[in-house]
């Protein structure tokens, strides 16, 4: 085994919005720090999902750091909903302005992290031969970071060309004259779907469980918008950081009971063609009251019916057998549009599932179906499997995939029991993945920063959560999901795409500002319920 090359106060796992700001925070506070990128360059989930089409689903004037008052004014957001590489150049822009490139490692995976009992230390090796050692590991590697390729038989032999869309390359894809199949028509199937039919020769959608999809309504913005809305970031940001989602909105005050239906309806037809999140926040019970949810999901079918022209087409896209919201809405431009086109077509592979891929392309039951390309839009082994791909032990040598095999653990989300000085940004039970996620993203960096300095501070060596703190988070993030529309549907926030995923959900749904409320409750309290060795 080569020796330790380095003694770093922090090693950072990941350079997208988590790693980018926890490097910058941590580098403030005078800790010598190291970031571990596995990309060519900055942006995490923004950099390997540069699949064509690829673009947020939050409005860009908020899908940004909220901390440095100079990000803000210098940087202008050209469209309502930013692309990924609009994105990828704000991250880069970012991480310039901060100058925080001379301590990001690229094109280097963090292969494992091993803590030392006697010295309270840990050993980072890196797939570019590295041994480093530090005080604290963050780990910032993201939510929806391992890709779930499907076991479907056969996907060996396929001649033509295939693709993730979590593993996009960098070079240019060629979809002119090919037939390409793609499966998956979650929010990724959705946007890449009307790029390729506008390419490609012939394109087979291969779908399994239809989506609710509400239109984006993207555009470029307003100048005076953007002049507006630098003017009023300070109220922006207080409204975001203290909302469930994350966004500067105001919820919904009626429910469905206090209007009309035809009522209920107009405002359906209005919020449709603001378009954007919002088209599912016109009531406030839409979540909680069955009659409430049937109304707009039958709503949203009925789009579905008025957009496209065949009505057994149509039938296949109409989203039902589970309430709207119950896996992740998505938004679209031009997508059911797309299946107007004369090549193009869906093909329902929940009635009749995918029975092998074969040299030649997609067999469904019987049929064959042709392919020069095969794009798997079939989203993330999420959260857990993140952690699956790093070698990560703590005290006793316990593996922390294994301790997540089971299902998510975690306590907040940002430390693991067993783990000392290992925090996580955005991990298990965390609600960052049900909210505008650089919001959550900064609150989670900020308290591991607090938290180190006051580890500092006070010279304290080592924390980590207590077994008991973390097993009530677990319990609580399973109680909070109990009862809610959530359990009526196979997603992966349950982990349900991924074959053989205990079925447990993923997410904390207390909402964005209960847990800031938690998190400096507990930090308040000297680190309640985390164990703390001097
Ligand atoms: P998602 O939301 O997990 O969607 C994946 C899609 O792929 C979904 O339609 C799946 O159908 C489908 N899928 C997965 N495995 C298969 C197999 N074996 N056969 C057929 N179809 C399959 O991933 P996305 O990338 O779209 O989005 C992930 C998140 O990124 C999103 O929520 C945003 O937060 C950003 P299923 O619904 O499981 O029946």
Known sequence: MSAISEDYDAVVIGAGFSGLYMLYKLREMGLRTRAYEAGEGVGGAWYWNRYPGARCDSESYFYCFSFSDELLQEWTWSERFPAQPEIERYLNFAADRLNLRPDIQFNTRVTAAIYDEATMRWTVETSAGDRVSARYVVSAIGGLTTANLPDIPGIKDFRGEWYHTGQWPKHEV??????????????????????VASKA??????????????????????????EDVKANYPEIWRKA????????FDPPVLDFDDVSEEEARRLYEEAWERGGVRVLQVFKDVYSNPKSNEFAAEFFRSKVRQIVKDPATAEILSPKGYPVGAKRVALDTNYYETFNLPHVRVVDVKATPISRITPEGIRVGDTDHPLDMIIFATGYDAVT????????????????????????RSYLGLGFAGFPNLLTVNGPCNPALSTNVPVSIEHDVEWIADCIAYLEKNRIKAIEPTEEAEEAWVRNTQELVEGTIFEQADSWQFGSNVPGKPRRFLLWLGGHSAFREKCAEVAGAGYEGFALTS
């Open 174 to 195: 060629d979809f002119a004259g090919k037939r390409v199949g793609v499966i998956g028509t979650g929010s990724t199937g959705t946007q890449l779907i009307p790029v």
């Open 201 to 226: 020769a012939a394109l087979t959608v291969f779908q399994r469980t239809p989506a609710y999809i509400m239109p984006a309504r993207n555009a470029p913005l307003d100048p005076e918008f953007v």
């Open 241 to 248: 950081k203290a909302s469930r989602g994350g966004m500067p």
């Open 385 to 408: 499997g993140s952690f699956r791909a790093i070698d990560v032990r703590g005290r006793g040598g316990v593996r922390l995939a294994d301790r997540l095999e089971e299902g998510p």
